[in-house]
C-alpha cells in the first residue's frame, strides 16, 4: 500500500511538471493575429471575414476582428492589414524552379513593358558582366507584351551587347545569339549537337544570322555549353528566386520536373537544413542520364529504389509540412513522346503506335509500382492515343486511385476531358496562351485560340484541374498575368485570345491557382483556403482582385506573404517584416542590379 501512495505521489509530481513545462513552452493565444482585412477564404461555408488567428503554422480560427483579437496574448504578433485584400497563398501547379540553377546570372525581361527597356537593360549588363560569362535572357517573356509589338533584330542586340557572348531564348521556340556566342557554340560544327527541329537562320549570302529556331532539348542543350554557377551561386539563385516567387503572393510550387533527384535538391537542401525554405516545394523527377541512349522511367525506378532511396509521399524537409514531397514521375517520361509547345510551328503529332508502346511498356510499369506520374502532352492529337493506351492498361494494370496527370492539355476536347475524369486523372493547365497566344493565333488561326484551352468546360466538368506557370522558361513566374487571361480574355499585347464564353469570373480563376493545385499535392483538406486546420499560407495584396479594373490584375503583387505562419516577404508597410535576405550571387548578377521582374515606377 505503501508503494501505491508512493508510486501515486511521484506520478502526481511527474504530470504537475509536465503541465509547467508545458505551460512555459506553450503560452496561451495565437502566434500570429492579421485583423482589419477583406478576406477572400475560399471557403464555402464561410465566404468572407474580416481576422484571422495562428497557431504551430496552421490557421485555428477565422472570423470578425473583435472576435480574432480576442484570442490574442502578450506574446502574439499583431498586424493590421488597413483594409486590403487576403487571398489563400498562391499555389503553382506546374513549374521548374530547380531548373533555374542559373536564375541570378541571366536578365529577367518578365513584364518589361517596352523592348527600348529590355535593350537598355542588356547594354546596363554588358557593361558588367566580366570577361569569360555570357549575356543572357532565358525565357519568362513575349515579343507581344512589347509596346513595340515585335523580337529585337539582330543589329540591336549586337548593339547593347558588343564585347560578350550573348543569349536572348525565347519560351523554347527561339534564340538570337550573337557572333561571339556562336564562335563558343561551334554553330555549323559538329560541336553544336545535332538535334531534330533545329534550325539556324542564314541571310542571303549564307551566312548565318544569329537566330536558331528549335523545340526545348535545342535550348536546354545550349544552357550547358555556357558557363555554370558555383554551387554557392546555385544557392543564391533558389533563394532569390523563392524571394521573386513570394513577391507574387506565391507559397507553394509544384517543382515539375528537373535535373534529377538526388543531385537537383541539394540546394533545397541547405534552404532546409537552415530553415530558410520560404516556399512548400514537393516535386515530381524526371531522368536525363549522361546523354547516352537510356529508359527515363527505369532510370527513375532504378534512383528512387536504389541510388537515393525515397517513396512517393515521403517529406524530405525535417519539419515543414509539404516541403520537399516527392511526388512521382514526369513531366517527361520518354522523350520520343514529347510533343513540345512551340506555337511558332505546327503541332507535333506522336506516333499512335508509339504512343500505345509508350504506356504499355513504361507507363504501366510506373502503375505497377504505385508510382505517380504525369504526361506533358499539349495537343488533343496526341491525348487521344495516349487515353486510348491508358484504358486499356487500365483493364490488366488497374489505376485504382493513383494520382496521375496530363499536363499543359492546351487543346484537350470534350470528349477527352471527360475520359481524364472517368480515369481518375487531373489536368495541369498553364498560362502560356496569356504570352503567347498571338503566335498561336499565327499558326493556328483565331478560332482554335478563342477555345485554348476550353476553360470553361474544363472548370464545369469538375476534373481536378489546376492553372500553373510553366515558369521560367515556356513562361513568367508571374501567375497573375496568367490570372488576367483567365478573366480578360486577353493576352499580354491586349489581343483577345478567349472566347467571352470561354472565360472564368475571378473567383473562378483564382481558385485555379489556390485550391486547383492542393489536389496535385495530396493537400485538399490543408492547402487553399483560409479556413481553420488549413495551413497558414496566405498573401495581402497592393490592390484588391476583385475590384480592380480587368487591365490592373496582372500588376498585382503581395505586399505581405505568410507561409506556415511566419512573413515570408514584406513591402510598402510591411517592408519591415520581411526577412532579410543574403547578399547576391555573383556580385555582378542581373538580378542585383536590374530585379527579377519589371517593377512599374
Known amino acids: 500500500m505503501m508503494i501505491k501512495r508512493i508510486w501515486i505521489a511521484l506520478l502526481a509530481i511527474l504530470c504537475a511538471s509536465t503541465v509547467q513545462a508545458q505551460s512555459v513552452q506553450e503560452p496561451p493565444g495565437a502566434d500570429l493575429i492579421v485583423f482589419n482585412a477583406k478576406i477572400f477564404t475560399g471557403n464555402p461555408a464561410q465566404p468572407e471575414a474580416s481576422a484571422l488567428a495562428v497557431k504551430h503554422g496552421r490557421i485555428y480560427s477565422v472570423g470578425a476582428d473583435a472576435e480574432i483579437l480576442g484570442l490574442q496574448s502578450s506574446s502574439t504578433e499583431i498586424i493590421d492589414a488597413s483594409g486590403r485584400r487576403m487571398i489563400p497563398g498562391i499555389s503553382d501547379a506546374h513549374t521548374h524552379v ?10 529577367r525581361w518578365d513584364g518589361v513593358p517596352t523592348l527600348r527597356r529590355a535593350l537598355t537593360m542588356l547594354s546596363q549588363q554588358a557593361e558588367r558582366t566580366p570577361e569569360g560569362h555570357w549575356v543572357k535572357v532565358i525565357g519568362g517573356w513575349s515579343p507581344y507584351q512589347f509596346e513595340e509589338n515585335r523580337f529585337p533584330t539582330m543589329s540591336e542586340l549586337r548593339e547593347a551587347v558588343p564585347n560578350r557572348p550573348l543569349i536572348v531564348q525565347y519560351a523554347y521556340n527561339r534564340a ?21 527541329g533545329t534550325e539556324f537562320e542564314k541571310d542571303d ?23 555554370q554557377p558555383s554551387f554557392d551561386e546555385q544557392v543564391s539563385a533558389l533563394v532569390h528566386a523563392i524571394h ?34 520560404n516556399v512548400r516545394m514537393p516535386f515530381v523527377d524526371m531522368q536525363f542520364g549522361d546523354g547516352s541512349p537510356m529508359n ?23 519539419t515543414l509540412a509539404h516541403g520537399q514531397v516527392y511526388r512521382g514521375a514526369g513531366e517527361v517520361l520518354a522523350l520520343h513522346v514529347h510533343d513540345h509547345e512551340n506555337f511558332d510551328r505546327p503541332a507535333v503529332i506522336i506516333d499512335p503506335e508509339v504512343m500505345r508502346q509508350h504506356v504499355e511498356q513504361d507507363v504501366r510499369k510506373l502503375v505497377q509500382r504505385r508510382i505517380p506520374f504525369r504526361m506533358h502532352i499539349s495537343y488533343d492529337e496526341n491525348i487521344s492515343p495516349f487515353l486510348d493506351a491508358l484504358e486499356e492498361m487500365n483493364k490488366t494494370s488497374p489505376l485504382a486511385g493513383l494520382k496521375w496527370s496530363i499536363e499543359h492539355a492546351e487543346t484537350i476536347s470534350s470528349e477527352n476531358i471527360a475520359r481524364v475524369k472517368e480515369l481518375g486523372g487531373g489536368i495541369a493547365l498553364d498560362i502560356k496562351m496569356a504570352l503567347h497566344g498571338d503566335g498561336f493565333i499565327e499558326t493556328h488561326g483565331l478560332e482554335m485560340a478563342l477555345e485554348t484551352p476550353r476553360l470553361r468546360q474544363l472548370v464545369d466538368s469538375g476534373v481536378p484541374l489546376a492553372m500553373s506557370t510553366d515558369a521560367y522558361r515556356a513562361s ?8 488576367s487571361w ?4 486577353k493576352s499580354v499585347s491586349g489581343s483577345e485570345v478567349l472566347a467571352e464564353n470561354n472565360r472564368l469570373s475571378r473567383a473562378e480563376a483564382l481558385k485555379l491557382f489556390t485550391s486547383g493545385p492542393a489536389w496535385f499535392m495530396n493537400a485538399e483538406s490543408e492547402i487553399g483556403m483560409i479556413a481553420p486546420g488549413n495551413l497558414a499560407d496566405f498573401a495581402l495584396l497592393d490592390r484588391d482582385y476583385f475590384t480592380v479594373s480587368e487591365d490592373q490584375i496582372k500588376y498585382i503583387v503581395s505586399v505581405l506573404t505568410v507561409m506556415d505562419g511566419r512573413v515570408v ?12 535576405l543574403p547578399d547576391i550571387l555573383p556580385a555582378w548578377s542581373p538580378i542585383k542590379y536590374l530585379g527579377n521582374h519589371y517593377e512599374p515606377k
Request: no cysteine; proline share 7%; glycine share 10%.
Open 98 to 107: 530547380l531548373n533555374e540553377s542559373s536564375f541570378t546570372y541571366n536578365v
Open 176 to 196: 538570337f545569339i550573337n557572333e561571339l556566342a556562336m564562335e563558343a557554340f561551334g554553330v555549323g560544327t559538329d560541336r553544336f549537337p545535332q538535334l531534330p
Open 205 to 227: 549570302q549564307g551566312n548565318y544570322t544569329g537566330v536558331v529556331h528549335g523545340y526545348t532539348f535545342t535550348f536546354i542543350a545550349m544552357e550547358t555549353m555556357v558557363p
Open 244 to 277: 521573386g516567387l513570394n513577391r507574387f503572393g506565391i507559397t507553394s510550387v509544384i517543382d515539375a520536373g528537373n535535373r534529377g533527384y538526388p543531385n537537383a535538391q541539394s540546394t533545397v537542401d541547405v534552404l532546409a537544413r537552415d530553415d530558410r525554405l
Open 296 to 318: 527515363m522511367v527505369d532510370a527513375q525506378i532504378e534512383v528512387i529504389t536504389r541510388t537515393a532511396p525515397i517513396s512517393p509521399g515521403h517529406n524530405r524537409h525535417p
Open 476 to 483: 513568367t513566374f508571374n501567375p497573375w498575368v496568367g490570372i
Open 486 to 489: 483567365m478573366v480578360s480574355g
Open 569 to 580: 516577404f514584406g513591402a510598402q508597410d510591411y517592408s519591415t517584416l520581411s526577412p532579410p
